[in-house]
């Protein structure tokens, strides 16, 4: 069963920085592009980053951009997402996702349970 | 980027009775659509990937259709336990965008 378990998250201040990681199990880590997307309170889904396969090729949405950075330890199954300079309309859940497949690597299939980000002084 | 956008915004539907969920795209995303359920206070989960395709394990009561720019999502005989937002969501290209969501009453 593929499980994906996100930490990282909390209270930060604006301008503020946080790490969120997202341990992988159930399944060959490596082998899928993952992803990261966040949903604000009351709000629909935002997609925001994607990494695929051995670190390749990344894609970050505008709003996110020169700001997060997606990674991944495939040895330690483990997904990054470095977050600085962090702003009120970035508070969200954060969900970290699995690729069904590689050729669509925004294509979605298995999702964490979130960490909460509140950004406020 | 693509906008992708839901009707209506809220649907209330009886038990056993079909609910018919409508999504468009700015522009054409071939069958590359994904549609989500999302039951309060739990994380997404893939219903129907390129536009008619179900997810493992989802039941034969959900089905997509639709291509270009207009998608369908039909909750054949809705049970209770199908309250939740629905989201779709194209692949098409970065960034893939999601719908605002509808949500289904009972």
């Known amino acids: 069963e593929v499980q994906l378990l996100e930490s990282g998250g909390g209270l930060v201040q604006p301008g503020g920085s946080l790490r969120l990681s997202c341990a992988a199990s159930?399944?060959?880590?490596?082998?899928?592009?993952m992803s990261w997307v966040r949903q604000a309170p009351g709000m629909g889904l935002e997609w925001i980053s994607s990494?695929?396969?051995?670190?390749?090729?990344?894609f970050y949405a505008d709003s996110v951009k020169g700001r997060f950075t997606i990674s991944r330890d495939d040895s330690r199954n483990t997904l990054f997402l470095e977050m600085i300079n962090l702003r009120g309309d970035d508070a969200a859940i954060y969900y970290c996702?699995?690729?069904?497949?590689?050729?669509?690597?925004?294509?979605?299939?298995?999702w964490g349970q979130g960490t909460l980000v509140t950004v406020s002084s | 980027e693509i906008v992708m956008t839901q009707s209506p915004a809220t649907l209330s539907v009886s038990p056993g009775e079909r609910a018919t969920l409508s999504c468009r795209a700015s522009?054409?995303?071939?069958?590359?659509l994904a549609w989500y359920q999302q039951k309060p206070g739990q994380a997404p989960r893939l219903l129907i990937h390129?536009?008619?395709t179900r997810a493992t394990g989802i039941p034969a009561r959900f089905s997509g259709s639709g291509s270009g720019t207009e998608f369908t999502l039909t909750i054949s005989s809705l049970q209770s336990e199908d309250l939740a937002v629905y989201s779709c969501?194209?692949?098409?290209?970065?960034?893939?965008?999601f719908g605002q969501g509808t949500k289904v009453e009972i």
């Open positions: 390129g536009a008619s």
């Open positions: 522009q054409s995303v071939s069958n590359t």
């Open positions: 159930g399944f060959t880590f490596g082998n899928y592009a």
């Open positions: 969501q194209h692949y098409y290209m970065w960034p893939p965008t």
């Open positions: 996702a699995k690729a069904l497949t590689n050729q669509f690597r925004g294509l979605l299939d298995s």
């Open positions: 990494i695929s396969v051995g670190g390749g090729p990344t």
